[in-house]
């Protein structure tokens, strides 16, 4: 089974009450279920795996202990 794509071409042109109503349906949703579609977006977008945890690349990214 082929994981789902997210196609960054598309874009759709919407007037203002179309919005408004998009806006008014995304806030009866609850805090978890927002964030939840915002990270099913995201993982669509750079093809991760949903169910990973994502791990920070240590060789990228390093902590440096200040001397105060």
Excluded: G, V
């Excluded at 998009?22 to 806030?27: P, Q, S």
């Excluded at 669509?44 to 001397?67: H, M, P, T, V």
């Amino acid at each position: 089974m082929q994981p789902n794509r997210l196609d960054r071409n598309y874009f759709r042109i919407q007037s203002y009450e179309q919005s408004a109503h998009t806006r008014a349906y995304w806030l009866t949703k609850s805090p978890q279920e927002r964030i939840e579609a915002a990270w099913y977006l995201i993982c669509c977008a750079y093809n991760l795996n949903r169910n990973e945890q994502q791990r920070l690349d240590r060789q990228l990214f390093s902590i440096r202990k200040q001397i105060i």
